[in-house]
T-cell receptor
Framework: DAGVTQSPTHLIKTRGQHVTLRCSPISGHKSVSWYQQVLGQGPQFIFQYYEKEERGRGNFPDRFSARQFPNYSSELNVNALLLGDSALYLC??????????FGNGTRLTVT | QQQVKQSPQSLIVQKGGISIINCAYENTAFDYFPWYQQFPGKGPALLIAIRPDVSEKKEGRFTISFNKSAKQFSLHIMDSQPGDSATYFCAASIGTSGSRLTFGEGTQLTVNP
């Protein structure tokens, strides 16, 4: 079975630009969560979506937004990129109430 | 606010030895405590998890010990192997195990052959 897939794997953007990251969950998983992992730190929760509705939001500015599509895939959007947004962005999927299964992430570098 | 504190930051163990990683939490509402293993270039993978109604859970060489009164839990890796060399994260959440996880800062484990 395919795991959680994320695209792209690497991305380089300039300050002030916009970025869209994509995630396809494990088949049958309706919950998708996004985490930011800064180098040398643990992942930090950004959003959780279930059945296309936002079910949780972490302590991130409004520049961060996300959505979930009818096929349960998801996008994370970040506007007005800052140098501090450079990080590994992880997507995780799960059955509702089940453990999280993470993808390998998108490495975003903001220059 | 750091709600889950993890130690040590790094750990070097000889092959066959026991690796011990500790975590302490602040929020008494946490009721699900997983450990994740992360290799370079990969996402975290669930290793083992525990709920506070038990004090210990063992899966193969991996054991979680949980002390509710002290608000602490730890991961023990028995007979550590070079292939166990990775970064380990403890985490905690409230309610369902699929809900928002609060992670510790990670422990980089190196197992020497």
């Amino acid at each position: 079975d395919a795991g959680v897939t994320q695209s792209p794997t690497h991305l380089i953007k300039t300050r002030g630009q916009h970025v869209t990251l994509r995630c396809s969950p494990i088949s049958g998983h309706k919950s998708v969560s996004w985490y930011q992992q800064v180098l040398g730190q643990g992942p930090q929760f950004i959003f959780q979506y279930y059945e296309k509705e936002e079910r949780g939001r972490g302590n991130f500015p409004d520049r961060f937004s996300a959505r979930q599509f009818p096929n349960y895939s998801s996008e994370l959007n970040v506007n007005a990129l800052l140098l501090g947004d450079s990080a590994l962005y992880l997507c995780a999927s799960s059955l509702w109430g089940g453990p999280l299964h993470f993808g390998n992430g998108t490495r975003l570098t903001v220059t | 606010q750091q709600q889950v504190k993890q130690s040590p930051q790094s750990l070097i163990v000889q092959k066959g030895g026991i690796s011990i990683i500790n975590c302490a939490y602040e929020n008494t509402a946490f009721d699900y405590f997983p450990w994740y293993q992360q290799f370079p270039g990969k996402g975290p993978a669930l290793l083992i998890a525990i709920r506070p109604d038990v004090s210990e859970k063992k899966e193969g060489r991996f054991t979680i010990s949980f002390n509710k009164s002290a608000k602490q839990f730890s991961l023990h890796i028995m007979d550590s192997q070079p292939g166990d060399s990775a970064t380990y994260f403890c985490a905690a959440s409230i309610g369902t195990s699929g809900s928002r996880l609060t992670f510790g800062e990670g422990t980089q484990l190196t197992v020497n052959p």
